[in-house]
T-cell receptor
Framework: EAGVAQSPRYKIIEKRQSVAFWCNPI?????LYWYQQILGQGPKLLIQ????????DSQLPKDRFSAERLKGVDSTLKIQPAKLEDSAVYLC?????????????FGPGTRLTVT | QQQVKQSPQSLIVQKGGISIINCAYE??????FPWYQQFPGKGPALLIA?????SEKKEGRFTISFNKSAKQFSLHIMDSQPGDSATYFC?????????????FGQGTTLQVKP
């Protein structure tokens, strides 16, 4: 089966610019996650969707970050305006359903550099 | 209380040796503890996972040891190979009754020397 697809793989922008990332989860996976991985740290959950509804966005900086999952399949994560500290790898993951028992499959990530 | 602390930050092991990575947690509600392996330029991939009702789980050269009373768990890689060189993350989450949100450790970069 095809894995989680993400694009672009790399993005360089200047601070205060906007950027968007796209994720296509594994077919049939109801749950989609966006993680932020800062260099040298473990991934941190930003937002979690179950189908097209938000389950957890408690760690999403809502003043600058937004995400949507229209039709319960693809998802986009947007940053506007970007700050230097947003430089990180943004990982998308999907799982068959909610709950820790379901394995999360990660995409390759988008490496964002904010200058 | 939501943290998972991982050590060491980096590890160098000779080929054929044993690699040991340790993690500790505070939240006793966690009941699923996976380990992820991440190669450069790739996303993390599930390696092995354990629930607290067992003290050890082995899959091939990879073993998780779990100490519920100490709230600690560790990954042992036996007969370490150069291909095992990667970053390893421990994680913790709640069981199937919750969201599945993973709390990751800081990561351990493993280098296996030939």
């Amino acid at each position: 089966e095809a894995g989680v697809a993400q694009s672009p793989r790399y993005k360089i922008i200047e601070k205060r610019q906007s950027v968007a990332f796209w994720c296509n989860p594994i077919s049939g996976h109801a749950t989609l996650y966006w993680y932020q991985q800062i260099l040298g740290q473990g991934p941190k959950l930003l937002i979690q969707f179950q189908n097209n509804g938000v389950v957890d966005d408690s760690q999403l900086p809502k003043d600058r970050f937004s995400a949507e999952r229209l039709k319960g399949v693809d998802s986009t994560l947007k940053i506007q305006p970007a700050k230097l500290e947003d430089s990180a790898v943004y990982l998308c993951a999907s799982s068959l359903d909610l709950g820790g028992a379901y394995e999360q499959y990660f995409g390759p990530g988008t490496r964002l550099t904010v200058t | 209380q939501q943290q998972v602390k991982q050590s060491p930050q980096s590890l160098i092991v000779q080929k054929g040796g044993i690699s040991i990575i340790n993690c500790a947690y505070e939240n006793t509600a966690f009941d699923y503890f996976p380990w992820y392996q991440q190669f450069p330029g790739k996303g993390p991939a599930l390696l092995i996972a354990i629930r607290p009702d067992v003290s050890e789980k082995k899959e091939g050269r990879f073993t998780i040891s779990f100490n519920k009373s100490a709230k600690q768990f560790s990954l042992h890689i036996m007969d370490s190979q150069p291909g095992d060189s990667a970053t390893y993350f421990c994680a913790a989450t709640y069981g199937s009754s919750n969201t599945g949100k993973l709390i990751f450790g800081q990561g351990t970069t493993l280098q296996v020397k030939p």
